[in-house]
């Protein structure tokens, strides 16, 4: 299997795009948790891969990680201008020019706004997730704040019936 596209080293975030021919099927493959680089700055093949197979490195962190993305499937002549015959002969009139730059800011424009869609979606779900870490954990401080009150209320009692009887006792002598 050939490799499209390897992000470098280190790098949050990135997009890419690839021409696919129609009917043809590609396989999305994500590694994660590397850690840091290994002491000679590279990744280090193993033994009896093919150029295109994954790296191995020795000091990989073993951390699990959350991976997000976002895979958005577009005709060609979005992404490329179409370079028909014809167009190749016409020379194009000032207006069609500036048209053609339009829909191409438009575009542009409009995978922007995507991306920004991703990122806040991305960000929701981020805060959604620390929200509920915080209520779990604010719910286990309350039950231990709880548990100790309980506790606090039984030594007390216990005191308290214990000096009570120790004065009775003393009063009788």
């Known amino acids: 299997m050939k490799a499209v596209y390897k992000s470098r080293f280190g790098k949050s975030e990135d997009s890419f795009s690839v021409v696919g021919k129609a009917g043809q099927q590609y396989e999305l493959c994500i590694q994660n948790g590397l850690g840091v680089p290994p002491a000679g700055g590279g990744m280090a093949r193993s033994e ?13 962190d073993g951390q699990n990680r959350k991976v997000g993305w976002a895979l958005r499937v577009r005709q060609y002549s979005q992404w490329v201008k179409d370079k028909d015959a014809e167009d190749v002969t016409k020379e194009k009139t000032e207006s069609e020019k500036k048209a053609e730059g339009l829909l191409e800011l438009g575009n542009e424009l409009l995978d922007s706004m995507e991306t920004l869609m991703d990122h806040q979606a991305y960000l929701r779900e981020r805060e959604a997730d620390h929200r509920a870490l915080a209520e779990s954990a604010f719910s286990l401080v309350l039950l231990w704040t709880v548990a100790e009150a309980a506790v606090l209320f039984v030594v007390a009692g216990g005191q308290i019936y214990y000096l009570r009887r120790f004065i009775e006792r003393r009063s009788y002598l």
């Open 48 to 60: 009896g891969m093919d150029d295109d197979d994954a790296y191995t490195n020795p000091r990989k």
